[in-house]
């Protein structure tokens, strides 16, 4: 299985993410794929995300760029 690649609308939530303070707040990237939704998270201040995909494959790339990605 492969990590699913950012598309148009995953750039389009990515930029509204980032317009959030997402500081000392929970967030869920619920099928994360590739992670860009978690590093705009990240970005916008938030420390505590939780990263879900029924691809284990993306769970692990999502780690690696984020720090502060838990995967389950």
Same mark, same amino acid.
């Given at each position: 299985?492969?990590?699913? *690649? ?16 997402? !500081? ?7 099928? !994360?794929? *590739? ?6 998270? *990240?970005?916008?201040?938030? !420390? ?13 790339? *999502? ?10």
């Amino acid at each position: 299985m492969q990590v699913y *690649s950012p598309q148009e609308d995953s750039h389009l939530l990515e930029d509204a993410i980032l317009k959030f303070d997402l !500081t000392n707040k929970a967030c869920l990237d619920l099928g !994360t794929g *590739s992670g860009i939704q978690a590093s705009a998270m *990240s970005k916008a201040g938030s !420390t505590n995300i939780v990263c879900v995909d029924i691809n284990y494959k993306a769970l692990l790339a *999502s780690q690696q760029k984020n720090k502060a990605c838990v995967g389950v």
